[in-house]
């Protein structure tokens, strides 16, 4: 079947301007979660879905990053007024519910100007 | 919280080799331990996990052991290939009621020479 999605797969903008990255998951996952990472380095978890459950947004680095997800499906991470920092490839992951496994998509290659 | 370490950056193997990539984590209570491969311009890919109660993992050529009592756990790629040539990620979670928060380590690039 499809696996997870993300658009776009490539963005360049200019510094202040805003951004929204799009993720959808695999189809009945009910768990969605939002990493970045920056050149050569880890994953860095940002935001965790679960159902109708109150996100975990202990990851988000400032109050410019939100994200929301919208009818338990698709989701999207809106970074406000974008710094050259911000420039990293996030990346989207879906998993069932109770399950461990993470499936990752393609990510989305974010590069602030 | 929790903090994984992982061990070398840069791996290079002739092909045939094996290959071991090692990892530390700091939190005791985490219990799910999974192993990443990511290639240039794609998401990662799990290969291989392990969960707390179990020491040791294989599936063909890759094999995951787990050390709880010094909290690391190791990746082994045995006959290595040139296709085995990507980044390399281990991770590390408190899985509770399915929720799964991953900490990675910093990734090994692995490079498989012909």
């Known amino acids: 079947g499809a696996g997870v999605s993300q658009s776009p797969s490539n963005k360049v903008t200019e510094k202040g301007k805003d951004v929204e990255l799009r993720c959808d998951p695999i189809?009945?996952?009910?768990?969605l979660y939002w990493y970045r990472q920056s050149l050569g380095q880890g994953l860095e978890f940002l935001i965790y879905?679960?159902?109708?459950?109150?996100?975990?947004k202990s990851g988000l680095p400032s109050d410019r990053f939100s994200a929301e997800r919208t009818g338990g499906s698709v989701s999207t991470l809106t970074i406000q007024r974008t710094q050259q920092e911000d420039s990293a490839v996030y990346l989207c992951?879906?998993?069932?519910?109770?399950?461990?496994?993470?499936?990752f998509g393609p990510g989305t290659r974010l590069l602030v100007l | 919280g929790e903090n994984v370490e992982q061990h070398p950056s840069t791996l290079s193997v002739q092909e045939g080799d094996s290959a071991v990539i090692k990892c530390t984590y700091s939190?005791?209570?985490?219990?799910?331990f999974p192993w990443y491969k990511q290639e240039l311009g794609k998401g990662p890919q799990l290969i291989i996990d392990?969960?707390?109660?179990?020491g040791e993992k294989k599936d063909q050529r890759i094999a995951v052991t787990l050390n709880k009592t010094a909290k690391h756990f190791s990746l082994h790629i045995t006959e290595t290939q040139p296709e085995d040539s990507a980044v390399y990620f281990c991770?590390?979670?408190?899985?509770?009621?399915?929720?799964?928060?991953?900490?990675f380590g910093a990734g090994t690039r692995l490079a498989v020479h012909p």
């Open positions: 189809s009945g996952h009910t768990a």
């Open positions: 879905f679960q159902g109708n459950s109150a996100p975990d």
């Open positions: 392990i969960r707390s109660n179990v």
């Open positions: 992951a879906s998993s069932f519910k109770g399950r461990e496994t993470q499936y």
């Open positions: 991770a590390a979670a408190k899985v509770s009621g399915g929720y799964n928060k991953l900490i």
């Open positions: 939190d005791s209570a985490s219990n799910y």
